[in-house]
């Protein structure tokens, strides 16, 4: 059995971060394995609480993972602290870790900012060289750019600004997604290679959708981890992204968590 890694923060309410990323790596009936950045007290009504792991400590569990049962991907969620950063890009320097998605979670979707100027430096400049795939939503890929989105082209524009910011040897590309339009939940895959491929999709009713970005980059990692093509292992992850959000989960009293268990549930006919 394959194993995949999340480093993230923990997620007390179960829909996002660590919680988020193991729901979605058993339902690719892959082994999920852990170091947690952060934990968090929060629910679906916002988050009143976070407390930091040290730096020391990521690197400790990050290394009894690599020792024994070394992950076939990475997936790199919230990590608000440029030393967390430095902690977490020396030791998968230093475990030569394979398939990295990074999910650079830095502006809610409110539009605020998430973590500081100088962390997102660090993000950049220590853990993109590490990165097979970088997962941004709008607005991130506007900070990460530079630039103003508005259309396919300024979206293409940006996503390319991105690559370039990428410097991996080999395979890279941008997911930018479009899930903060107004219309459509179309993403768009830039790849080093100088193709592009369009994931186009209708937007999905639903208000549940706490985790969605975690959900996504985690299951594009499984999907890298079981050797598939990095455009298929997107197109997989965005279906089943689309499945869990369309499942009709409805709890808590903001905004709830994706069902990451539908495939089963429609399969034992408890949906």
């Not at 997936?75 to 902690?87: D, L, R, T, Y």
């Amino acid at each position: 059995m394959k194993a995949v890694l999340s480093i993230a923060g923990s997620d007390s309410s179960g829909g996002a971060g660590i919680q988020a990323d193991i729901k979605t790596i058993s339902a690719f009936g892959l082994f999920g394995e852990t170091a947690i950045t952060a934990l968090t007290a929060q629910n679906t009504l916002g988050v009143e609480g976070v407390l930091e792991a040290t730096p020391e400590f990521v690197a400790q569990q990050i290394d009894m993972v690599f020792k024994d049962i070394p992950p076939a991907a990475v997936k790199i969620g919230m990590v608000s602290s440029p030393a967390i950063i430095e902690a977490i890009a020396g030791r998968l320097s230093e475990h030569q870790a394979q398939n990295v998605v990074v999910d650079p979670v830095m502006v809610a979707t409110s539009g605020s900012r998430l973590i500081a100027t100088e962390a997102v430096d660090a993000l950049v400049g220590r853990l993109f060289p590490l990165a097979r795939v970088i997962t941004p939503n709008l607005p991130e890929a506007e900070v990460l750019s530079g630039m103003a989105i508005s259309d396919d082209e300024s979206m293409l524009q940006a996503g390319r600004h991105i690559l370039s910011r990428l410097t991996r040897q080999g395979e890279r590309a941008v997911l930018v997604k479009g899930g903060h339009g107004t219309d459509a939940a179309d993403d768009l895959l830039v790849c080093s290679d100088g193709s592009f491929r369009w994931f186009r999709a209708s937007r999905i009713a639903t208000d549940n959708t706490h985790g969605t970005g975690c959900t996504l980059s985690s299951a594009i990692a499984c999907g890298l981890a079981m050797g598939k093509p990095l455009d298929q292992a997107v197109g997989d992850a965005k279906a089943y992204v689309r499945g869990a959000l369309s499942a009709g989960l409805d709890l808590g009293r903001g905004a709830g968590p994706l069902d990451h268990m539908w495939r089963f549930r429609s399969e034992l006919g408890v949906l």
